[in-house]
């Protein structure tokens, strides 16, 4: 079956414009989750979802950053006001249900010039 | 916070085994994880073992798990120019976040 897609798949803005990225998960999973990967580093964890709600905000860099989530499965995570160092990798993952096997999406690769 | 471990770097000769180590402070995780990054791509789920296990093979992959010493490793056998990547080991430690390791850059001379 399908995996977790995200799109766009490469992201070019300048600084200071809003962008918005997509996230598909697999079909019937549950829960969803944001990374952000900068060059050369390990994955930061930014937020996840069990179904609409986000019980645990707590990897948002900024207030910047913003995320939802709407009938259980696409979500869109919004990064206003864009900075340089808001270039990175974000990934996106799914589950079945939380603490269970997450499968990833291929990554928006986001330049801020 | 959980601490989990890897060494940056190891570099394998084409044919021999690559092992990769994992180590980390909390033995909580009911699954621990292994994830493969190749440049460019996002993170492919390699195998994982479960914690009451020791050992899981999985063709060329043998996981080991030594939960005393809190020592999680990735045996890659016969190791290809494929098998070129970041690897991270991963785990649910007593919360709904996965937290991962460092990441491993295994590089393989021909």
């Known amino acids: 079956g399908a995996g977790v897609s995200q799109s766009p798949s490469n992201k070019v803005t300048e600084k200071g414009k809003d962008v918005e990225l997509r996230c598909d998960p697999i079909?019937?999973?549950?829960?969803l989750y944001w990374y952000r990967q900068s060059l050369g580093q390990g994955l930061e964890f930014l937020i996840y979802?069990?179904?609409?709600?986000?019980?645990?905000k707590s990897g948002l860099p900024s207030d910047r950053f913003s995320a939802e989530r709407t009938g259980g499965s696409v979500s869109t995570l919004t990064i206003q006001r864009t900075q340089q160092e808001d270039s990175a990798v974000y990934l996106c993952?799914?589950?079945?249900?939380?603490?269970?096997?997450?499968?990833f999406g291929p990554g928006t690769r986001l330049l801020v010039l | 916070g959980e601490d989990v471990e890897q060494s940056l770097f190891l570099s394998v000769r084409e044919g021999d085994s690559s092992v990769i180590n994992c180590t980390y402070t909390?033995?909580?995780?009911?699954?621990l994880y292994w994830y493969k990054q190749e440049p460019g791509a996002g993170l492919q789920l390699l195998t994982y073992?479960?914690?009451?296990?020791d050992m899981k093979q999985d063709q060329r992959l043998t996981v080991l798990l030594n939960k005393k010493d809190k020592h999680l490793s990735l045996r890659i056998a016969d190791t290809q120019t494929g098998d070129s990547a970041i690897y991270f080991c991963?785990?649910?430690?007593?919360?709904?976040?996965?937290?991962f390791g460092t990441g491993t850059r295994l590089t393989i001379i021909p």
């Open positions: 079909s019937g999973h549950t829960a």
């Open positions: 993952a799914s589950s079945f249900w939380v603490q269970e096997t997450q499968y």
């Open positions: 909390d033995s909580s995780s009911t699954y």
């Open positions: 979802f069990q179904g609409n709600s986000a019980p645990d």
């Open positions: 991963a785990g649910y430690f007593g919360n709904e976040k996965l937290t």
């Open positions: 073992i479960f914690s009451n296990m």
